[in-house]
């Protein structure tokens, strides 16, 4: 699937996926750093390419919504402690923004 986005994006998409399931590829395709240099964006545009099926796909979608329940709910969880919060904190803002991310993916 392809997806436009950004390099800093594109970096930490790498390094999460790496980490939850390095089956799953993401490639560089195009960049185009003269939109940054001539002032029209904040961050170099680009086009990427993930390889990963749809099953994959939805395994890191289930498993970032898993990592924003578990973090509100020790919240909430008087029994949690503090280093469980801290720990489901710390996935759930490692890995939180993949819920919903590759909804914007072209097939």
Do not use: H
Not at 15 to 20: A, F, H, N, Y
Not at 22 to 31: A, G, N, Q, S
Not at 97 to 106: I, K, M, R, S, T
């Amino acid at each position: 699937m392809r997806m436009e986005t950004d390099i800093p994006t594109y970096e930490l998409l790498v390094k999460c996926l790496s980490e939850l399931n390095p089956d799953i590829e993401v490639e560089l395709i195009e960049t185009d750093p003269a939109l940054k240099n001539l002032g029209f964006v904040k961050e170099v545009p680009c086009t990427i390419e993930i390889k990963a099926t749809d099953e994959q796909i939805l395994e890191i979608e289930e498993m970032a919504l898993d990592f924003e329940i578990e973090y509100l709910t020790d919240l909430d969880d008087a029994g949690v402690t503090a280093q469980q919060r801290r720990e489901s904190e710390k996935n759930y803002k490692r890995y939180g923004w993949l819920n919903g991310f590759f909804d914007e993916a072209e097939d």
